[in-house]
């Protein structure tokens, strides 16, 4: 901390720009430090973004993380290196005492998931996971509705990610890796977003998966259907498909016994149809259109909550055994698609 702010670095500049607008707009933050291997000269898109934010001046850059982990000045470190750096990085930050804010997917392995969890007890720091649904305004409006009943009992919910992962590799093509399933790497988007709207435990998945969009990626599948079996009862279904041709969406329905919602992370708008609203005796209710703002990276709000949780003592939600919970749900379903079998989804983190 200094001069009551804390001091914030990101790791990472791709998506980490977005985390570095958050810190930089932030009237709690100062972010001193920025941390990436790509060496000088820096191809010009990313020279361009360091001098919008003047980081070349007011900001050290590093590039070994390991270099970074132990500088004292440092209190949080927003995480947003490709994902199979995340369980490293995070484990060697918490350990040298800082928070952490990590990019989803919090890891692309369960018994790394665990490990995450296991050094955030042991060291007492703050860690969130950076799930962006929890923060784009239709979900929130949509998860607020199902929680107060507006659409009666939830008892069914497809959610998705639709992403055409043909032209986004990666800074050296790092998503076009055999260990990246796009399930557990862009999907879990849509899963975390089920888990966190339908607000329970999942006790089981079963998937089916197919490869047609990306047919030369060394990946087993890049689409998905895959069902879930929550403990009170409710089905949910994830569409995730990289493979597809289709703008970017996360399209999403929630049904109830008393009425049916109908949002994405992209629309102005979303749409409810619910019998108490209509008052109507038969059973097509009309949808309403409901006006929403479009924020879908909102990057700036989950920087927020990370304040409020170290410096006003606000609730976690998006702690580590939320971001492990979905790295096991979308593990059971990738499981379930190469078994043909249900599996059961590990939620004791
Ligand atoms: N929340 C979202 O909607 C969202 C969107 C995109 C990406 N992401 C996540 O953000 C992370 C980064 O994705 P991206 O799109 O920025 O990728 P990117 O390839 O565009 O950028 C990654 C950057 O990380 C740097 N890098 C590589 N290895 C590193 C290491 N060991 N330590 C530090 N930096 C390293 C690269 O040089 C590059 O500049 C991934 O985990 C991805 O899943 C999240």
Known sequence: MKNGKLQAAVIGLGEGFRH???????????LVAVCDPLPEPLP??????????DLANTTKRYYDYKEMVNDPEIDVVSVTSPDYFHAEQSIALLE???????????????GEAAAIAE???RTGKNFMIAHPTRYTPAFILAKKMIARGDIGELFMAETEYAHNYRHV??????????RRDPLLGGGCHAVDFLRWAVDD????SFAYGTKKGLADWPIDFDSYFALYKFKNGVIG???CSTGLSRPYTMRSVFYGTKGTIICDNLSGKMQLSSVPFFDSPNDSTPFIDIPVEVNNHNVESQVKLMADIILRGAKNTADVVEGARTVAACAAAIESAHTGKPVKVRNDF
Do not use: Q, S
């Not at 010009?44 to 934010?53: D, G, K, T």
């Open 237 to 239: 279904k994830v569409m």
């Open 169 to 178: 590799g990666g800074v050296g093509g790092w998503r076009k890796d055999a």
């Open 96 to 110: 040298a005492g800082k928070n952490v804010l990590c990019e989803k997917p919090m890891t692309l392995d369960l």
């Open 44 to 53: 010009p898109h990313m020279a361009a973004r360091l001098a919008e934010w």
């Open 119 to 121: 050094a955030v007890r």
């Open 201 to 204: 435990l999942i006790d089981e």
């Open 20 to 30: 570095v607008k958050a810190f930089k707009t932030n009237a709690d933050y100062d």
